[in-house]
């Protein structure tokens, strides 16, 4: 019988999970060819503004296959209600039973996508991280934050944001982490002090640019771009990096920072690496500390189908 | 909170809801064109061979978005499962708020399909019939029959099928609904002794022809093809036929019965109408009962919201 996984729930079992390798092993079965995970499925709605987007699929050989719902109303917080909203569906991949619903309310989107952040500092950023920056207070920062300290020894962070009350806010929630915090006024005060930087902005202009980038080498992961519309880089900055990574390669042709650039023309001879070659070692990697990297994440279904096996595993135990 | 739905609930409201007018008002909002409803969503599995659908969409102005997971697992019989499962879910369109999840197995699939084959007949049929044609002894054979019998007087039925059990145990069911059954041995025995006539096969071979047809005119709605390679009748059947009706003309242009007439060159300057313009008044439909009728039902995502909701609303009161 098909079992109802709630919000609560969730959060009980997640502490348990080792998230870090599961996502890992998800974008490995990604990038070896390993997946079916056909295009994203997306209704839209006028009135009131909303899109709701049904990404679906599984990894060859496996138990399960998923499908997730994750919709955006937009004027749902005049009404007291959070934007986001969501749930996932596991089925037997055997027989098509519906195994679980998870009822995460879009919850699991968030921590998968911090989780990816982290595996993509734990493959990409200097070996002495000196001091982490963070673009954008909100939750994704959050989420950022917590799976960053998993993998990353540094405590010092410097983050950057629009409104004093969400800086205080986000600075109170990385203290509790042990974070030692200063404000930046810019994107270029991020740059200049940090060299592990992690941007989670719905922004649609540039704020960071590596042009005129003196430092001594730095990693950017780009979490905020997950449409062909946001942009949180300049495109000339991947132009600058000497390695550019993306989830997906076939995603990043057409949503996130990659797209920008390759639609200016600038990286078009430079084909990105996946995350899922640096994660089973195909890709060597950064050569050293000096040397710039970026990694372009737009969210890729296996990372719904990994978290979602996890929990349901972990809840059925 | 939202709300679990059982088959076993389903099935209890089921014989409460008025289904004709419910199923009629959505081809009518979508023959006005005032649903919503994206192009199928598939997933397709190897081992065991199976596939999955996902349609999705809403009636504009209406209170809810539904999306429905169909599922076809051919290797189930062997486990002795069905190969058919499914599930429906409503969601709140002014919030994103999932309100239920239908768990009803593919049931409501099978019912709005019958559903479909009754508004086919009550606006197409003869005006007398007189003795009702079945191709097909299935799940689908029953509940064409079930709805048939809310708007045709007939009592008199033929049915053809390729098992002596199946036609056996269909012949029981229809004489419980007070059918006085006979037994054909061809198509040709059906288009001679029947003026309506419902096919409900997965044959991928036509099973009817019109080409020497020489009675007294039908209606012949053709449930059985959805997909690009069923077919249950000659293509020439198409071009004798008066009057082509599609469930809907765009699906129709690469799915069912009609898409193969127009592959084949046969009905290209014949533009089908939509049924929801029989339901609304805007066709008159047949001129009398000497026209030869053909309704083509391919399966609309609008049939589904319309059934989800009735469901959800007859459970919730």
Known sequence: LSKIITLDEIKQ?????????????????????????????????????????????????????????????????????????????LFNSQTGA??????????LTDVRTGVAGAVAAK???PKVVERIGLVGTGTQ????????AEVIDCRKLQILGRTRGAVDSLREYAQALDFEVTVASSGNDILNACNLVVTTT??????????????????ITAVGSDTPHKQELTTRSLLR??????????QCQ???EIHHA????????????????????????????????????????????????AVYEATVK
Chains 1, 2 share one sequence.
């Open 141 to 148: 920062a959050r989420m950022q934050l917590q799976y960053l």
């Open 98 to 107: 519906l195994m679980a619903t998870l009822l995460d309310e879009g919850h």
């Open 241 to 250: 990096a000497d390695l550019v990574v993306a989830d997906s390669c076939s």
């Open 202 to 219: 719905p922004s649609t202009a540039p704020l960071l640019d590596l042009e005129y980038y003196t430092g001594n080498g730095l990693h």
């Open 13 to 89: 079992v997640l502490p348990s999970l080792d998230l870090i390798p599961i996502i890992e092993q998800g974008f490995i079965a990604y990038s070896e060819q390993r997946c079916v995970m056909p295009p994203v499925a997306e209704l839209t709605f006028e009135d009131p503004p909303a899109d709701v987007h049904i990404k679906y699929g599984y990894i060859k050989d496996d138990d399960f296959y998923i499908i997730k719902i994750a919709s955006g109303f937009y004027d749902n917080p005049k009404k007291g209600l959070p934007s986001s909203n969501g749930l996932m569906l």
């Open 123 to 125: 493959h990409l950023a």
């Open 254 to 256: 057409s949503r996130g």
């Open 262 to 309: 390759l639609e200016a023309g600038l990286i078009s001879s430079k084909i990105p690496l996946e995350l899922g070659h640096l994660c089973n070692g195909d890709s060597p990697g950064r050569k050293n500390d000096q040397q710039i990297s970026i990694c372009d994440l737009t969210g890729v279904a296996v990372q719904d189908i990994q978290i979602a096996k």
